[in-house]
């Protein structure tokens, strides 16, 4: 796994030192190694992890064997020596590679078939192919979004990098805070794609590529999640269940292929248990497995996952977070992200891949199992707004709710509050996550840059793009409508937030993440399983019974408690001190970006009780911690 | 590397006063590939010396007269006329902001889903002074937008900025049988392949947009009336409108050319439509009567 970032540009712009700039910034991502190119408009950089081919034969940027073009590559395509033994040359015989490693392959299958050979591409990946007779760059990125890229593009200089803090350490690039971004990082936790914290600052969306040159700039799309969708689905549980174990077996398989020492995150959950179980059959021998617990027992599964390694035979790693190490962890959780990111399970992400790194260089993991079989609350949900008694009825039912004095029952009747329906699947995720409500937002957020009509619709912006892209649908069938609100978190939660996560604070530790479900093929073959089958009142349901089938049942019989840290406890106590420096009246109003009393009634309301509004003020934390690294 | 070049079309028609300073927020742009075609409809002012004046020192403005056909015809015209990857239909009444056309362009490359794209608009005054009504140009769902006339939203052509081939590719262009209804129709027509997008922003790329003082009222006419009427004929015979939005637009539009007669007192064809429109959805118009 590696690091890109390079720059287009035809009036000199650009200078040598920033692509060294850029090189060093990202340099993390990639300690082995590190090379530029240079050539008339264009620079590309790159910092290399060695995971295939370990020679420096595989060393970037890599010059074709007839040297017009290059490439810089991140990322790892899992079925390359598939592709590289059908690539012929122009007389018709088998193509000779010069390195053993994926680089080459893409990079001649790409002289011999052009930008749609990404379609045969299986695996997670950003890169860059120049061309240097037309001075003319590509960049792709990979179908779910595994892989990152962040670009500039003001209409005259471009550039590109895997990390956006990169780009901000360009000064003459003179970087801008996008407001319209704030309202929906307040309601969604993250930034979705195209749109970053800074002014003309983009994420390159999954699943499309960018070409570049003396034309022009061009943004296409290449591969929609819509698109595969059948008329049909399979609804006979035992040809589902051969579907998808045979695919998870085969994607596991492909992502064990490693010159490296690898191991795999166990939590002691369904998904990551699935692919141990799996490795452990496809790969025999000891495999290493991690997870984390907390002291707070709450919170700690950590005894779950031992369980299952025991039974499953792993070479098994433990490691206990406590308050202070999440507090030590701050600092690299705010560095990582470079924008305003609300998922405190980056924490626990970093801890765990500092942990791995000391043994491998290479771990899989379960990212992407609830997305695809509806394990969250957040889909049936979806269900029941939906139901047309309930939406008739929601203002009132709410009401009721409020009215209780339940904790949980007060956080719920905020899910009914829902005004426009055409906001409903950012309402369901927002409210699943206890976010700011749209409602709320324009109470809260105090600045007069934005008309009132302009931040609802960029609250809406999430939805009406998922809306959209329901037109790219070939065959139409009738989706339910938990399949709609899993199908607008593959498109944004999954790639904008929970793989930003992990590949930053992997990335961190220059450890190589896989997420083995995440592999096109399932995720295809998923979208036509019919939802009976995904959740039947147990959530993962045909997950489960493939799993059962290898490990037993009682190992899994627990509530859900998912991947959290026991941040409302947390914020109480030992991490009250943040509330007090970054909320406090003085810097929230030298920020200027939300309304102090606001923030001063939610403290208040915390302070009483309502433990819901924890994930409201961590938000709140963030945005301000953000704003005082980056000295704004 | 070439900026793909826009095509700004500026309809005149004896408004040589303000055409001029429309230019002038053109000849500002942050943007440096343009193509302006003024088309001249037949003015008896100094339209065509204010443009010569430009033309000296701006070759890319170019003027076409042609005898007085109306604003479509216009449109039409310099469509065919254009040469720019993106075109423009601005009026030449209104102003634009410094980035208008860059921030327009940006947001085309960059949301590869959209072949059109509009901003937040602001009103000015005769003068020039900013006055403080928002719009937001239509998009996402322009034909539910249009027929529910709702508040706030503007579909003033020249707030938008459109792929040409994809206008060239359609055939499409400005119903010659509308005057003030073309702008509605146009995007009516013209939505099931033009994807509009809202730009994120406000800062420096709005619509400056001119508010007429007396606004509708003091414009109202038998005309318009007439021009309304047209418009919902075309409208309703469109083949993707579907039977609840028909139905909806029949009531709506009766109700707003029963409201134009009454207005300009002539009862007896404004009880004609009231009753109409009340025909066609009785709850609603009830509602609306009672908050009128």
């Known amino acids: 796994m590696c690091g890109i970032s390079g720059y287009y540009s035809t009036d ?413 699947r950012s309402h369901i995720f927002s409210q699943e996550q206890y976010f700011f409500s749209a409602e709320e937002i324009s109470g809260l957020f105090a600045l007069n840059v934005l008309s009132s009509d302009l931040l609802e619709h960029l609250l809406e912006f999430t939805d009406t793009t998922f809306q959209n892209s329901l037109e790219e649908r070939v065959e139409h069938r009738k989706l339910q409508p938990s399949e709609k609100q899993a199908m607008y978190d593959i498109q944004y939660y999954l790639p904008d937030n929970l793989l930003v996560k992990v590949d930053r604070a992997s990335m961190h530790h220059s450890l190589e993440i896989r997420v083995p479900y995440l592999d096109h093929r399932l995720v295809e073959a998923s979208m036509n399983i019919s939802p009976r089958l995904k959740n039947n009142g147990v959530a993962k349901y045909i997950l489960k019974e493939i799993l059962y089938k290898q490990v037993p049942q009682t190992y899994f019989e627990r509530p859900k408690k998912g991947f959290s840290i026991p941040l409302k406890h947390w914020l109480r106590k030992e991490m009250y001190f943040l509330i007090d420096d970054y909320l406090s009246p003085a810097n929230i109003k030298q920020a200027g970006l939300v309304d102090c009393e606001y923030v001063r009634q939610l403290i208040n309301r915390f302070n009483e009780g309502e433990d819901y509004l924890f994930q409201r003020i961590w938000l709140l934390i963030n945005l301000h911690m953000w704003m005082r690294t980056n000295g704004y | 590397m070439v900026r793909p070049k826009v095509s700004v079309i500026i309809p005149s028609y004896n408004s040589s006063g303000y055409l001029g300073r429309a230019l002038h927020a053109i000849v500002d742009q942050s943007y440096d590939n343009i193509e302006v075609l003024v088309i001249d409809d037949g003015s008896a002012d100094n339209t065509a010396e204010v443009v010569a004046h430009f033309q000296q020192q701006y070759p890319w403005i170019n003027y076409y007269h042609q005898s007085n056909a109306g604003v479509s015809i216009a449109r039409n015209n310099g469509l065919k006329l254009s040469t720019g990857k993106y075109v423009v239909f601005f009026d030449s009444d209104d102003l634009m902001e410094f980035d208008f056309l860059t921030k327009r362009v940006l947001f085309l490359e960059n949301f590869s889903y959209y072949n059109a794209c509009c901003s937040v608009v602001t009103a000015v005054s005769e003068k020039d002074v900013l006055l403080p009504y928002y719009y937001k140009g239509i998009h996402d769902h322009p034909v539910e937008q249009i027929l529910k006339h709702l508040k706030n939203t503007s579909t003033c052509p020249s707030n938008y900025m459109i792929k040409s081939d994809i206008l060239k590719s359609h055939h499409a262009g400005f119903d010659t049988e509308l005057s003030s209804s073309a702008d509605k129709y146009f995007f009516i027509q013209s939505s099931p392949f033009l994807k509009i997008g809202l730009i994120d922003s406000q800062s420096n790329c709005k619509l400056l947009y001119r508010l007429h003082p007396g606004g509708m009222s003091q414009r109202l006419s038998i005309g318009l009336l007439e021009d309304h009427k047209e418009f919902l004929k075309k409208v309703i015979h469109l083949p993707f409108i579907t039977l609840r939005q028909r139905l909806f637009f029949r009531f709506k539009m009766y109700y707003v050319i029963s409201g134009g007669y009454f207005k300009m007192r002539h009862y007896f064809p404004a009880f004609y439509y009231a009753l109409l429109s009340a025909l066609f959805n009785p709850y609603k118009f009830i509602l609306q009567v009672c908050a009128a």
């Open chain 1, 12 to 424: 000199q712009f650009f200078h040598p030192e920033d692509l060294d700039l850029m090189v060093r910034m990202q340099e993390h991502r990639g300690p082995d190694s590190s090379g530029t190119y240079r050539d008339g408009p264009i620079g590309l950089g790159h910092n290399r992890l060695r995971i295939l081919d370990l020679s420096e034969k595989g060393s970037q940027p890599m010059h074709s064997a007839c040297n017009r073009y290059v490439i810089i590559y991140n990322g790892e395509v899992y079925n390359y020596e598939e592709l590289g033994s059908a690539l012929k040359t122009n007389t018709g015989t088998p193509f000779h590679f010069r390195s053993s490693s994926d680089t080459e392959v893409i990079l001649e299958s790409y002289i011999a078939q052009g930008p749609d050979f990404v379609k045969n591409l299986n695996g997670m990946f950003a890169f860059v192919i120049y061309d240097k007779e037309l001075q003319e760059m590509v960049l792709f990125r990979d179908r779910i979004g595994i892989k990152p890229v962040y670009y500039f593009w003001d209409g005259f200089h471009f550039a590109f990098c895997s990390e956006i803090q990169t780009l901000k350490k360009i000064g003459k690039l003179n970087l801008k805070i996008n407001y319209s971004a704030i309202p929906q990082y307040l309601h969604l936790g993250y930034i979705p794609a195209p749109f970053t914290i800074y002014e003309n600052c983009y994420k390159l969306e999954p699943g499309h590529y960018i070409r570049i040159g003396a034309s022009g700039f061009e943004k296409k799309k290449y591969w929609s999640l819509l698109a595969a969708e059948k008329k049909e689905v399979v609804d006979d549980e035992p040809t589902a269940m051969k579907l998808l174990s045979d695919l998870i077996a085969s994607s596991v398989q492909y992502q064990l292929k490693s010159d490296v020492p690898y191991g795999i995150f166990l939590s002691g959950g369904i998904d990551s248990s699935l692919v141990t179980a799996s490795a452990v059959k496809l790969a025999g021998g000891q495999i290493n497995t991690f997870s984390i617990g907390f002291e707070d027992q709450r919170y700690n599964e950590a005894s779950y996952a031992k369980r299952v390694a025991e039974h499953l035979g792993t070479n098994h790693h433990e490691f206990i977070v406590t308050t202070n190490d999440a507090i030590d962890t701050l600092g690299d959780y705010m560095s990582s992200y470079g924008e305003p990111f609300a998922d405190s399970s980056g924490i626990p992400t970093l801890l765990i891949s500092k942990l791995a790194r000391k043994y491998v260089t290479v771990a899989l993991s379960g990212e992407g199992g609830d997305e695809l079989f509806h394990g969250y609350g957040s889909y049936k949900w979806a269900t029941r707004l939906e139901n047309y008694f309930i939406y008739k009825n929601r203002f009132l039912i709410s009401k009721i709710l409020k009215s209780t004095s339940s904790d949980r029952n007060k956080r719920v009747a905020d899910m009914f509050l829902i005004d426009n329906k055409d906001a409903l």
